[in-house]
């Protein structure tokens, strides 16, 4: 019997893995995706582990004079779903609706587990999850800047009628991608070795 032939190492992927952070989407501008790259970024996305092929998820497009208008929706939503917040506060973050979407391109990932499937919604919608970190991956290796973020706008339903999420569909994350304004410090990360076991048999 033949032996497999090992694939060869890509160095640079471990590289850009292993150097890989998020940049605030206030400090996302143009350059960002052309519709070329931004097609095959969701062709990636879309290669990720899908158990049965369900393909649990689907994808939002905002971009050009979108971004402003569904962040004038959601400013306005914001303030009718929260009548009794101080008005100063309700303000300063209806504003922050206002300006959710300054990169020059955001995807937003729709997790929409299959009713009925053998495949437990759970991992479903762990694969939506995996298609959002592939779109992190894909838009650094195209030498872009991403964050992947929730909040509000992923998960009130005054929100999720704007972007056009349907009963029961949720956000898995809106990835802002573009080019970052400034270098970010990268922050501190995990201690790998102390969140590590290797397993032994018990007794």
Same mark, same amino acid.
């Given at each position: ?93 209806? #504003? ?6 300054? %990169?020059?391109? $955001?995807?937003?990932?729709?997790? @929409? *587990?299959? /009713?009925? +499937? ?53 956000? #898995? ?6 080019? %970052?304004?400034? $270098?970010?410090?990268?922050?501190? @990360? *995990?201690? /790998?070795? +102390? ?9």
């Amino acid at each position: 019997m033949t032996p497999p032939t090992r694939r060869p190492p890509a160095p640079e992927t471990l590289a850009l893995l292993e150097a890989r952070r998020s940049v605030a989407a206030a400090g996302l501008a143009a350059p960002g995706p052309d519709a070329d790259q931004a097609r095959r970024l969701l062709a990636i996305a879309a290669r990720v582990p899908d158990h049965a092929m369900l393909a649990p998820w689907r994808f939002i497009v905002i971009e050009g004079a979108a971004r402003s208008e569904i962040g004038a929706r959601l400013s306005e939503a914001y303030r009718a779903a929260n009548p009794e917040m101080v008005p100063e506060k309700r303000e300063k973050f209806a #504003a922050i609706m206002g300006r959710l979407f300054p %990169a020059p391109l $955001a995807l937003v990932v729709v997790s @929409r *587990p299959v /009713v009925g +499937a053998t495949i437990p919604a759970f991992e479903q919608e762990l694969s939506a999850g995996a298609v959002c970190m592939n779109l992190l991956t894909g838009a650094a290796a195209m030498g872009f800047d991403a964050i992947w973020v929730t909040g509000w706008a992923a998960t009130h339903k005054a929100a999720l009628a704007i972007l056009g999420v349907s009963e029961g569909e949720r956000v #898995a994350g809106i990835l802002h991608i573009g080019t %970052a304004t400034d $270098a970010p410090a990268d922050r501190p @990360r *995990p201690d /790998v070795a +102390a969140l590590t076991t290797h397993w032994s048999p018990p007794g």
